[in-house]
């Protein structure tokens, strides 16, 4: 019996761990040069490896969200890198001169209006924040490797 208990008790646990990721879409821009993106790209962009959109010079400006959120733990656990150290690597590209830091908001509201107006922006936002204003690159579910 206590066996069982245990059993259904990691059931439980691993199940809810499961509802605490959340769904997440990548946005950018109307007038970015691409229709998707791979996650590879995607890392490129949010660590500065890559600082333009392919074939063309559009600068890519990168956006997060300032404080934790189910859809930033989401976006980070896609990319497969912590937020903290994300700051980290972009922390040593600033102090070498090699790019500035995301521009960072308080709520996604912000930065989908930010993304909508700002040529070159990428970010994330939750699926049901997404407007007709911007490209959707990506749709990230949980588990999506």
């Given at each position: 019996?206590?066996?069982r208990?245990?059993?259904?008790?990691?059931?439980?646990?691993?199940?809810?761990?499961r509802?605490?990721?959340?769904?997440?879409?990548?946005?950018?821009?109307?007038?970015?040069?691409?229709?998707?993106?791979?996650?590879?790209l995607?890392?490129?962009?949010y660590?500065?490896?890559?600082?333009?959109?392919?074939?063309?010079?559009?600068e890519?400006?990168?956006?997060?969200?300032?404080?934790?959120?189910?859809?930033?733990?989401?976006?980070?656990?896609?990319?497969?890198?912590?937020?903290?150290?994300m700051?980290?690597?972009?922390?040593?590209?600033?102090?070498?001169?090699?790019?500035?830091?995301p521009?960072?908001?308080?709520?996604e509201?912000?930065?989908?209006?930010h993304?909508?107006?700002?040529?070159?922006?990428?970010?994330?936002?939750?699926?049901s924040?997404?407007?007709?204003?911007?490209?959707?690159?990506?749709?990230?579910?949980?588990?999506?490797?």
């Open positions: 019996m206590r066996f208990l245990k059993e259904i008790l990691l059931v439980v646990l691993l199940c809810s761990a509802d605490v990721h959340a769904q997440v879409t990548v946005i950018a821009h109307q007038d970015v040069p691409v229709e998707s993106i791979s996650k590879d995607l890392l490129d962009f660590t500065r490896d890559k600082l333009s959109w392919p074939s063309s010079k559009m890519v400006v990168v956006s997060d969200l300032r404080l934790k959120s189910p859809v930033k733990d989401s976006f980070y656990d896609y990319l497969g890198k912590s937020s903290s150290r700051r980290s690597i972009w922390l040593k590209r600033k102090l070498a001169g090699e790019g500035d830091p521009v960072f908001f308080q709520t509201e912000e930065m989908l209006e993304v909508t107006n700002t040529p070159g922006a990428i970010g994330f936002v939750h699926p924040k997404v407007t007709t204003n911007v490209k959707v690159l990506i749709e990230i579910d949980h588990g999506d490797g």
